[in-house]
C-alpha cells in the first residue's frame, strides 16, 4: 500500500496531512452548531478566528469566504456547510463556487447528471 497521497486533478483530497493542517480551522467551524457561536462570529469575526487560533492562511481564507481557498487551508466540506449556512450558503452554492459556475448552472448540470430511466421500467424488461 501505498503512502504516497493521490493526487487528483483540481481537487484538495483531505487526508491525515489536511486534518492535522485544519484542525483548528474545522474546530472553530463545528462551533457553529451552536446559535449563540454563530452570533459571536458575526459580531466579530476577527476575534472569534483569535479565540480558535487559526493561521494567517485559514483566517484569509475565512474572510474571503471562498470555498476552495477553506479546502486549501484544511477545511473539511462537512465543516465548511456549517460556516456556508452562516451567509445562507447552501450545498449548491458551495459546488457552484467550487466548479467555477453559477448557482443555476451548477444545479442544471446536477440535474442532468441525475437522467437515469425509470427504474422499475427498466428492471421489467
Not at 483540481?10 to 486534518?19: L, R
Not at 480558535?52 to 481557498?69: C, G, H, N, P, W
Amino acid at each position: 500500500m501505498s503512502t504516497e497521497p493521490r493526487l487528483i486533478p483540481g481537487t484538495t483530497p483531505f487526508d491525515g496531512q489536511m486534518a492535522r493542517k485544519g484542525y483548528a480551522l474545522n474546530k472553530m467551524c463545528f462551533s457553529f452548531n451552536e446559535q449563540a457561536n454563530r452570533e459571536a462570529f458575526v459580531a466579530d469575526p476577527e476575534s472569534y478566528m483569535i479565540k480558535y487560533q487559526l493561521t494567517d492562511e485559514q483566517a484569509a481564507a475565512i474572510r474571503s469566504k471562498q470555498v476552495l481557498a477553506l479546502l486549501d487551508a484544511g477545511g473539511n466540506a462537512y465543516y465548511l456547510a456549517k460556516f456556508a449556512g452562516i451567509f445562507g450558503l447552501n450545498m449548491q452554492d458551495i459546488g457552484a463556487q467550487q466548479t467555477g459556475t453559477t448557482k443555476e448552472a451548477f444545479m442544471a448540470k446536477l440535474v442532468a447528471a441525475n437522467q437515469q430511466p425509470d427504474w422499475q421500467t427498466a428492471s421489467q424488461q
